[in-house]
């Protein structure tokens, strides 16, 4: 069990490798990455991963924008489950659902809610200066 262990992560590894390659296709890196978090679901950091390129693809994307992010959403939301106290995913999952609904007041809540994770973390700071606290 230990052997297929080591080696299921060894492959998912691969795959975020890949995904991360200097590739320009961003379809192939986000296929890349959702066999990495098929094969490492409890590794929070390849759906964060995954989150960020769907965001990237929603960015490039003028018909599936929408889509794009809610897979983005839950991929943060998913990496907030494994490791509730990572500032950075809950910071991605509020960016991501400012990008869907645009409502800044709901942001800044959700900031100060993050801040309380990490109240010295200047990138939390500048977004709420941003944003107008």
């Not at 679901?41 to 390849?46: F, G, K, S």
């Not at 991929?75 to 990572?86: K, R, V």
């Not at 950075?88 to 800044?108: I, Q, V």
């Amino acid at each position: 069990m230990l052997i297929q262990h080591s080696f299921k992560q060894g492959l998912a590894d691969v795959y975020q490798l890949l995904a991360q390659s200097e590739k320009k296709d961003l379809d192939n890196n986000i296929n890349f990455n959702i066999k990495a978090v098929n094969l490492g679901p409890h590794n929070a950091e390849l759906s964060e991963s995954l989150g960020q390129l769907y965001l990237e693809k929603a960015a490039q994307s003028t018909t599936n924008n929408p889509q794009f992010i809610n897979n983005a959403i839950a991929s943060f939301q998913n990496a907030i489950q494994l490791n509730p106290t990572n500032y950075k995913y809950h910071l991605f999952l509020a960016h991501g659902n400012f990008k869907l609904d645009n409502d800044s007041e709901k942001f800044m809540e959700k900031l100060l809610m993050i801040e309380t994770l990490d109240p010295h973390n200047e990138i939390i700071s500048k977004y709420k200066n941003k944003f107008g606290n």
